[in-house]
């Protein structure tokens, strides 16, 4: 079965420092991957998504970017964060028919 | 991006009560989703649609993909406190990788 992973769960960063946050899905191949920005458990906003190694789509411009260096694996970084970089971030997985599925979120906050 | 508009916003019923909650877009929709998040987790998809008047049920859940190819509608039948948590819908085009999501409906089930 299809499992998908995020770590960490929760990050505390301070205002201008780096990001890496992962990702990574096992028992599928070839899947379309996702992150999403939650704020305030409201609202899912898609940041990227990527249907292939190293193609990355991006649906908002800002501070953050991804990279998808495996099969399997997609990253969602940033140089410098800000406070307005705060909120859940969850990745998602989807292969046809197109079912789509979450991982359990990364909660960063940035202060 | 596109939104979908989801409602009700917010719902507060009695323990045993049945429930209903629907999705629109402006758009033809290939695929609809619902889904249930619990507070500090990743979204858990209940059901997938995939054909126009589709009626598809899990459990005490029951969705059915509009006729109009632009509409999903969500009913739980006999409420319990587990069913509290707020749910979202989703819509998947056919001409994109894209999922659009709707803005959610928080459920509180009264005891």
């Known amino acids: 079965s299809q499992t998908i992973h995020q770590w960490p769960a929760t990050l505390v960063q301070p205002v201008g420092s780096p990001l890496s946050l992962e990702c990574t899905v096992e028992?599928?191949?070839?899947?379309?991957l996702y992150w999403y920005r939650q704020a305030a458990g409201r609202g899912l906003q898609l940041l990227f998504y990527?249907?292939?190694?190293?193609?990355i789509s991006s649906e908002v411009p800002q501070n953050l970017s991804a990279s998808r260096p495996q099969d399997r694996q997609f990253i969602l970084s940033s140089k410098k964060l800000l406070l307005s970089d705060s909120g859940f971030y969850l990745c998602?997985?989807?292969?046809?028919?197109?079912?789509?599925?979450f991982g359990p979120g990364t909660r960063l906050t940035v202060t | 991006g596109q939104q979908l508009n989801q409602s009700p916003q917010s719902m507060f019923i009695q323990e045993g009560e049945d429930v209903s909650m629907n999705c629109t877009s402006s758009?033809?929709?290939?695929?609809w989703l619902w889904y249930k998040q619990d507070p500090g987790e990743g979204p858990v998809l209940l059901i997938a649609l995939y054909k126009a008047g589709e009626l598809t049920s899990n459990g005490r859940l029951t969705a059915q993909f509009g006729i109009t190819r632009k509409d999903s509608f969500l009913n739980i039948s006999a409420s319990i406190p587990s069913d509290v948590g707020i749910y979202f819908c989703?819509?998947?085009?056919?001409?994109?990788?894209?999922?659009?999501f709707g803005t959610g409906t928080s459920l509180t089930v009264i005891p």
């Open positions: 989703a819509g998947l085009t056919n001409t994109g990788n894209q999922f659009y």
């Open positions: 990527s249907v292939g190694i190293g193609q």
């Open positions: 998602a997985w989807s292969v046809p028919p197109y079912e789509q599925y």
């Open positions: 028992g599928t191949s070839n899947p379309n």
């Open positions: 758009s033809i929709f290939n695929t």
